[in-house]
Each structure stands twice: as C-alpha cells, then as structure tokens.
C-alpha cells in the first residue's frame, strides 16, 4: 500500500481550510469527514462574524462553500471516521470506522471538539433558537434581552461578561455554593451589575415551543421561572481526541498541544488544527487560520522528509 501523502482528519472550517492549501500547494490530500461532515457550524443559523461574507451566512451554506474550494483544488473528500491510530509506525497508520486501513506521509488532526450539554429534553430541541454554547457566536441575537448562563467556572465567567455588554440582564446559574473561576473572574462577575449569579441552582426545565421563553430553575429554597430569551451552556468543551489518545500529547483539559506558534504535535508528521488544539478561542476564523497553518508545516516536514 502506498502511503498518501497527507491525510486531514475533520470536514469543519480547520480542515477543509488545510485542504486548499494543502491541494493548491500539490499535497494531493485527502480528507475524511468523520460523524459531523462540515463540523459545528452545520448546527448553527445565521455566522455573521466570518470575514468576506458581508450580508452574513448560513453555517451550512458557509461549510458548503469551504468543502467546494478544498475539492476544486484536487482535496479528496471521503467519508469515514478515523476510530484508531498507530503513530508509532512511520508511515502514519490510520484505522477507519470500515476497518480500512490507511498510512500517510503526514496527518493533519482537525477533529474538534464538542460542547457538553445538560442533557435536558428542551435542549435539543430549542438549539439555535434560544439555546446555544456560544456566547460570541450568537449573544448578537440576544441584545437588549435577558439570558441565562450556566456553569460555574471560568468559561462560564467570561460568557456572562461579555453577554452582560450586549443584554439587559445576565442571570448566572452555579450549581454548587461556590464558583470554580479563577478569583479574578469571580470577582468581576459578583461586582458586574448586570449578571445576577445564582447559587446551589440548577437548570429543572426549558420553557418554549418554538423558542426559548424562560428557563425553569431549582435550589433548596424554591423553584423559580426566569423569563428570559436566550440559554448559554457554558459547563466545558470536549475536544475529540479519543482515537489519538495513546500517542498524542494532552494539557490538563485534553486538548491537543502543539510546539509554541506551530501546529507540531509531539509525533513527527502530525500536525494539529482547529478547536481540538484550542480551550480559547474556539472560532471558526481561528480554525481555519491553524488549519493554513497546519498545511504550510506539513508541507515544510514533506518537503524536508523527502530530501532525506
Ligand atoms: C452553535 C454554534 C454556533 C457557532 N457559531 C459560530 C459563529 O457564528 N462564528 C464562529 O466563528 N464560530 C462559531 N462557532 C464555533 C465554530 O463552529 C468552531 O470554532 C469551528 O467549527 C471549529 O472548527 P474545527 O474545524 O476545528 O472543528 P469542527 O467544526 O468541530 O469540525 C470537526 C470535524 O471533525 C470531524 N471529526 C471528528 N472526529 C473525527 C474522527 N475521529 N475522524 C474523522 N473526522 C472526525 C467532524 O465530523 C467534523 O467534520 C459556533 C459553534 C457552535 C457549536
């Protein structure tokens, strides 16, 4: 068999943006889709903070586009998920959901990561329209109205300060008696007028058919309804690095790490993209902007592997 000479993992904005150049520059690559053909956006309404597209656009479409120029270069779409690895091999072995295996010259891992969820009936079914996971991507749609945030650390801070610029009234929900943010965080959250945090509460019920109308919430004194617009999940991300595991580095909340200002893994000829190797910005412009990246090291290891 012989081996590809790079395969890219993940169909979201960080891989199909390592696909182009990766194509442009004549790495022939191919790309797997994996579960979620055109990652997180496809779960989304209306992007409007994406650059170039000015009249803003649905993430589905958006996701269209960026598969349509990654294979108008020559990138090879399959679907597959990547269930296994061996990064001890050189070439890279890969083990697909089918059982085919693939090697590789080099991997680009843009698998993402996924938000977690209270696992409450309302919630899938108001996703988008009043339920969300990010505060940045869709707090715009909640200006002037009332939100609630839940999570007590620091993502959970930082969600209900910035949604405390745009809304009316932020309502924050811990679960226990204290917040797990760092101090600084907490502090600018209890001292911001706008944010009522509440403690030892928990989300019981969503209220709304077609959209979020007000959030039913539970504590040792009452249950309480909270009129409010929008619900912000902010309880922590999962990056999707199980098959990767045994051979790729971690940080302490299990994202990938790469070497300072690179895509580098810590295996020689896999490169990292996009939300899987990011607990910070998790935007799909910074995706895409890791996954240049992560097609520009490549091909630099490429080019290098095949001088010697
Ligand atoms: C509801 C919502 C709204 C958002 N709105 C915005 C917004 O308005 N603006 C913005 O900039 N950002 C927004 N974001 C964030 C943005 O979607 C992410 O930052 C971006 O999609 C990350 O891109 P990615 O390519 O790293 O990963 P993802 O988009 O998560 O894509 C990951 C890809 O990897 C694939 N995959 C996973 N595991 C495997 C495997 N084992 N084998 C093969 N493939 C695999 C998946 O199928 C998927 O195709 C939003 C996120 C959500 C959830």
């Given amino acids: 068999m012989s081996p590809i000479p790079l395969v890219i993992i993940g169909g ?9 150049y990766a194509a442009r520059a004549g790495l022939h690559p191919v790309l797997y889709q994996g579960p979620n053909p055109g990652g997180q956006l496809t779960i989304t309404g209306d992007v409007e903070n994406y650059p170039g597209y000015r009249n803003g656009i649905t993430g589905p479409a958006m996701m269209e586009d960026f598969q349509a120029q990654a294979e108008r270069f020559g990138t090879i779409v399959k679907a597959g998920t990547i269930t296994k690895v061996d990064f001890a091999a050189y070439p890279l072995e890969l083990i697909l959901d089918s ?20 696992g409450l009936p309302g919630e899938k079914r108001l996703y988008g329209r009043g339920v969300s996971a990010c505060a940045i991507c869709d707090g715009f749609f909640f200006k002037g109205k009332t939100v609630v945030v839940v999570g007590g650390g620091d993502t959970a801070a930082e969600e209900s300060l910035y949604l405390a610029n745009l809304c009316q009234q932020v309502h924050l929900l811990v679960r226990k008696d204290h917040m797990r943010a760092s101090k600084i965080m907490q502090e600018r959250v209890l001292k911001n007028p706008t944010i009522q945090v509440w403690f030892q509460t928990e989300v019981k019920d969503i209220i709304g058919q077609e959209t979020v109308e007000a959030i039913e919430v539970i504590n040792p004194e009452a249950t309480t309804r909270i009129p409010a617009a929008g619900l912000f999940v902010a309880i922590g991300h999962q990056p999707n690095t199980l098959p990767f595991l045994p051979y790729i580095t971690v940080d302490h909340q299990g994202y990938i790490q790469t070497n300072p200002g690179t895509t580098q893994t810590n295996i020689p000829g896999v490169f990292a993209a996009g939300d899987i190797q990011d607990p910070h910005y998790r935007q799909a412009v ?17 080019q290098q592997a095949s001088r010697n």
């Fill in 12 to 20: 979201g904005p960080a891989g199909y943006t390592a696909a182009i």
């Fill in 99 to 118: 059982g085919e295996k693939v090697v590789a010259k080099a991997v680009i891992i843009a698998a993402g990561a996924s938000a977690k969820w209270l």
């Fill in 286 to 302: 910074t995706a895409a902007g890791t996954g240049c990246m992560a097609a520009l090291d490549a091909e630099r290891f490429l």
